[in-house]
Each structure stands twice: as C-alpha cells, then as structure tokens.
C-alpha cells in the first residue's frame, strides 16, 4: 500500500504544527467530510416556505409576457417593455415591489411594534433629559450654597470686626455695659456672671448676621462717628457724611 500504517514510527513522528503541510489520511479525512456535508445539505428535503419562497422569487425575477393580460393591454395602447406609465412617460418603470408577510401576527402588528419602540426611545430620551436637568439644578444649587456659605463667613467676620471696634470705643468713652449683649464679643464661658447673661444670649441669636452686622454699623457710626469700612472715626456727623460713601460695604467698593 501506498499509505503508512499509523501505528508506524513514521506516521507518529511526521510533524503536524500549524502552517506544515498535512499528511494525507488526514487531508483525506477532512475532504470526505466536508462532502458529506454538502450530500446532506443537497439531499435535505426543503420545507414548505423555503419552496414558496423559491417559488416566488422566481416568479418575480421573470419579466411578464404576452400571456399576462394586464400587459397585453398595455401593449394594445402602445406601451412598449422598460418604458415609463403614463401618456407623457412621467410614472414609474419598475412595478410596485411586492410587501410579502410571512409571519402570523395580525395586520398592523409590524406598526404597532414600531410605534411602541418610538415611544420607549422617547421615553428614555425625556428620562435622559431630566436626569441631566436634575444634574444642573443640584450642581447650581451647590454652587450658590456654597457661594451663600463664603459671604456669611465673611460676614460674621465682619461682625467679629465691628465687636471688637465697639468695645474698644465703648469703653473708651467709659462705657462699661454694651447697649445690646452682642454689640461686644461674648466672653468665654467661665467668665459669664449669672444666668441672665445667658437669656440675652439667646434672645440676641434670634437675629441674623446681617442684621446685627447693619445693626451694630448704625450704632458704630451714631454713637461714635466711625465707619468700620473707612477704619476711619470722624469728628462729626458731618464730617462723616460728607467723607464716607456709605453704611455698607457694598457702598465702599
């Protein structure tokens, strides 16, 4: 025989690494396979749609002929193959396509399943978009909470400010007691005396920052002719009237 035994040492010790040549009984085997499969493709017995299918695509593939009627009469009133319709020649050359369904859906069903994946689109579009929306809405409150935190802080060191500048002032002019508790800074509290020190307190935290910031500015400016954003004492209401820009700091800058 022509082939070598596999059992030989020559048939175990050919080299089979990919991109060398096969031996032969396996070439061979390969090849009886893959026309196996092509024997059973071609003798497999096709189903009823794939016939028709067959079937039709031949049909529509054919041009029509005399023996149609509908093309008959046409040629009757002078239409000639691959010409356009109409008297001028201004309709269509190629026949209506045909719109095959093969499924068992109910008409309309293709539509109605098109229309419900709009809507889900749609609907997946607007959550998108409010996602976005509540996104930048958080994102601009954020910013203006934080915006509102930095103008109070400095607030309340502008009030630390104006604290200080009326004790020494107050006290300067003999001053022992502040007209309002808060008007000086709130000593620590072991030094607080008795507990009505302690109701004032809280009444006085009843007001903002802002308003004893505009509150104490007033008095700095009645009472001792000084304008905590000038840094300046005036000798007179005049004098600081007509010198100073304002009671606020918006009105210094």
């Known amino acids: 025989d022509d082939e070598e ?20 009984r396996m070439r061979e085997a390969i090849q009886k396979e893959e026309k196996q499969k092509a024997a059973n493709e071609k003798n497999r017995q096709k189903s009823i749609k794939e016939e028709e299918k067959e079937r039709r695509d031949l049909v529509l593939k054919s041009a ?33 396509p045909l719109n095959i369904k093969t499924g068992r859906s109910g008409l309309g069903h293709e ?32 910013r203006v909470r934080f ?17 200080r500048a009326c004790q020494q002032l ?5 001053i022992d007691v502040p ?9 620590e509290e072991e030094d607080k005396k008795d507990e009505d020190d302690k109701e004032d307190e809280c009444t006085s935290s009843d007001l903002s920052v802002s308003e004893k910031l ?9 009472e001792h002719f000084y304008c905590i954003w000038c840094g300046t004492t005036y000798e007179d209401p005049e004098d600081l009237s007509s010198n100073c820009p304002g009671d606020s700091a918006a009105d210094h800058d």
Do not use: C
Request: hydrophobic content about 30%; cysteine-free; aromatic content about 8%.
């Open 5 to 24: 035994d596999y059992m030989s040492d020559l048939f175990i010790k050919q080299d089979v690494r990919p991109g060398l040549p096969m031996v032969r």
């Open 64 to 96: 029509l002929g005399n023996e149609n009627k509908g093309f008959a009469l046409l040629q009757k009133m002078g239409y000639k193959s691959g010409q356009a319709l109409g008297r001028s020649g201004e309709g269509i050359v190629e026949p209506i």
């Open 111 to 142: 539509e109605l399943k098109k229309r419900k994946a709009e809507e889900k689109l749609e609907n997946y579009r607007q959550k998108l978009h409010m996602k976005k929306q509540a996104n930048e809405q958080a994102a601009d409150q954020f």
């Open 147 to 163: 915006k509102n935190k930095q103008e109070e802080r400095k607030m309340e060191g502008d009030l630390r400010k104006s604290q």
């Open 170 to 174: 107050d006290r300067q002019k003999d």
């Open 179 to 187: 007209k309002e508790i808060w008007y000086w800074l709130e000593p």
């Open 214 to 222: 505009r509150l104490l500015t007033a008095y700095l400016r009645e």
